[in-house]
């Protein structure tokens, strides 16, 4: 994307919802999403669900903190970890430090300005953080990321995708905060009041649209937790790079 910035182009770095650039509010992210969540679990699971190996390289966008860039370095030959927030960047970086890993790459960017150099990646891991793009942002990052995937690339892409039927939507999202709140805490239910306010979480039937749209083909679609959707996806080996 030559030329500069256009005025138009959507800011991801903007705040939407939780402040990740405030490094008060991502001190204690790590903390938090710790009490329910297993990083290594999870980097095996993808690495499984992908076909990985230790010569895979993986973009990971929306990286936060890095726990599953971490994992995924663990397990592959390079991981390019993309995040907006400097501040969550600086404690990837002090991570990567302590455990003495090389092979990842920290840049700052968002879905919409990220630019790869070099080969392409053989695999691309959006993990809850599609949603803070607009539905029409959604698209154009999609096709971003199915572009610079290698030719039969994988996509790992899980967010929280709503399945309900749009006329019982109070039932539906005050079940889904009070499970929120069961399974990881006030402090997580209280973000996830702020998703639904002001972040962009989309439908089940909108999101397979775009996916489909942007080139990808989708080989899997999973519900791992109430109101989250993960969906394995492909770029044809055919499609042109």
Request: with cysteine; charged share 25%; hydrophobic share 45%.
């Amino acid at each position: 994307m030559g030329g500069g910035r256009p005025e138009w182009l959507f800011d991801e770095a903007a705040h939407v919802g939780v402040d990740y650039a405030d490094r008060g509010v991502v001190a204690g992210y790590d903390a938090q999403h710790e009490g329910f969540r297993d990083y290594e679990g999870e980097a095996e699971k993808i690495v499984a669900a992908l076909g990985l190996s230790e010569e895979s390289t993986v973009l990971d966008m929306g990286c936060g903190t890095g726990g599953l860039s971490v994992g995924l370095a663990r397990r592959c030959r390079h991981v390019y970890a993309v995040d907006v927030s400097q501040a969550m960047l600086d404690v990837l970086a002090g991570k990567l430090e302590a455990l003495g890993l090389s092979n990842v790459t920290a840049r700052p960017a968002g879905f919409l300005t990220y630019e790869h150099v070099g080969e392409a990646p053989d695999a691309v891991v959006a993990n809850i953080t599609l949603h803070h793009l607009p539905d029409f942002w959604k698209q154009i990052a999609l096709c971003r990321l199915r572009d610079l995937l290698k030719p039969g690339g994988k996509m790992y892409l899980a967010d929280v995708v709503f399945g309900f039927e749009p006329r019982v939507y109070q039932e539906a999202i005050g079940a889904w905060l009070d499970g929120m709140r069961e399974l990881a805490g006030p402090r997580m239910a209280d973000e996830s009041v702020v998703h639904v306010r002001d972040e962009f979480s989309t439908w089940e039937w909108v999101m397979a649209g775009m996916l489909e749209r942007a080139g990808f083909c989708i080989e899997e679609c999973l519900d791992t937790m109430p109101q989250v959707r993960t969906y394995i996806c492909s770029k044809p080996a055919e499609a042109a790079a």
